[in-house]
């Protein structure tokens, strides 16, 4: 397998060919900070252009009824950019907590590896393995935009289940929808791509230090969600 011969080709095989991807990330860490730049980037373009696009007193309408029962303190705060800094916010501040967690959790499971990879490597192939984000950030655009804007900003990012199920804030499995990722199976694969390349680990090994992080949190909150 040859490696990846630039930071863009890099990239483009995130998508092509995730094992030269990582080869070439094992050789030039320093590219990983490419993929996580243009993840914290994206949320500002499509916040920015959902803001410019929705009917926002169409909008506070719909959200008013909601937060009135789920939040009224919000209320407050319900103008378009104070909204659309939450959200950009959220996003980033998601994308980045995602990317140290994968980082500290694929650190810790391959320590049994002969061969040791740094935090910082590994928080490099984080960027890479949620890096699809960006195909989901344009896919909501243009929702968005084919819809005109008359899109509730919940249901909004595709990237998330809700963006499917567009469940209201007034329903408990709302927020759980919202965090839940629907290219949830890419990441996994994407993960499996990473430890595979990265160690010596079996395939079934490395499939399983790959999905069960997201398996485990998202089993936990759902439980969570039925239980309480």
Avoid at 49 to 56: K, L
Avoid at 104 to 114: D, G, H
Avoid at 166 to 184: D, G, R, V, Y
Wanted: glycine letters at 6%.
């Amino acid at each position: 397998m040859t490696p990846s011969s630039n930071p863009l080709i890099m990239l483009v095989d995130i998508f092509r060919s995730p094992s030269a991807c990582f080869l070439a990330l094992y050789q030039r860490g320093a590219w990983g900070w490419q993929p996580y730049v243009f993840l914290i980037l994206s949320p500002f373009l499509f916040w920015g252009a959902y803001f410019d696009i929705v009917n926002f007193a169409w909008l506070k309408e719909g959200l008013s009824a909601q937060l009135a029962a789920t939040n009224p303190k919000q209320l407050e705060l319900l103008d378009a950019n104070t909204l659309m800094a939450s959200e950009i916010i959220s996003d980033v501040a998601g994308r980045t907590l995602t990317i140290l967690m994968l980082a500290f959790w694929f650190n810790l499971a391959t320590k049994p590896s002969q061969h040791q990879h740094g935090f910082w490597r590994w928080f490099a192939a984080g960027a890479v393995i949620t890096f699809p984000a960006i195909i989901g950030d344009l896919a909501s655009y243009v929702s968005v935009l084919l819809k005109h804007g008359q899109v509730m900003v919940y249901a909004a990012d595709l990237n998330s289940l809700n963006g499917l199920l567009k469940l209201p804030l007034t329903n408990e499995w709302s927020q759980f929808a919202s965090s839940f990722p629907l290219l949830l199976p890419w990441y996994i694969a994407l993960g499996y791509a990473a430890v595979g390349t990265w160690t010596e680990f079996e395939r079934g090994q490395a499939l399983v230090i790959s999905a069960l992080p997201w398996l485990a949190y998202y089993a936990i909150w759902a439980l969570y969600i039925l239980i309480f």
